[in-house]
């Protein structure tokens, strides 16, 4: 059963949710937050409303077998439609893109807010500070300043500049796969004989996609 904060009416929990990051490129200087995940002590799972943030999904995951309990002790099933890794790209205290896996985030699409549970990343090693000078996130060594909005707490997230058409980007098969929408892999391969700066590395093996097969 994961459990949810009452704050609006629809938050989660569960403490066996991940939070890994790693450098995606550096962004420019005038970089601006597009958007922004919510940071909750109160929840013990990830949320993500966005199916296409996911690159792979928990097949044992029931979604009507799934209890979620607010904290007013109603108790909802169904909510959470999947579960699985998700990424999202934030943005540290130096103005840097950092791409950031939420490991066994729930997908809820009608959730309005995706969150960031802070319990859920602190068990894999991040450190939260929440004072009146300092409110930031750190793993790995990157900073991450939140800012409050309505007494809540958000980090700063974005979808790619801009300036990332102009660049030259070395990815796999599977990458430009979920990044083209999921694009059938043929059309993605022949997409590198004729796009000026894509280059698909490694093997070019069609693997099996999980989103595809399940939809």
Known sequence: MDCFRNKP????????DGFEHSVFFQASENITCQDGILVDTGCTSHVVNDREK???????????????????GSVAKGVAVKRGHAHINLIDE??????????NALYIPTYPHNIMSVRAATTTGARVTLSKE???ITNAGRTFKMSIIDNLYYLPTTSAPR???KLSLVKDLQYWHRVLGHCNFDDVLKLEKVVDGMEIKGSKVKETCNICTEE
Do not use: R, Y
């Open 134 to 136: 300092e409110n930031t």
């Open 163 to 165: 300036e990332v058409d």
């Open 54 to 72: 996911f690159s792979s999904f928990d097949a044992t995951f029931k979604s009507l077998n799934h209890t979620i309990e607010l904290a007013d």
């Open 94 to 103: 130096n103005n840097e893109k950092v791409e950031t896996v939420l490991k």
């Open 9 to 16: 009416k629809d938050q989660i929990k569960k403490a066996e």
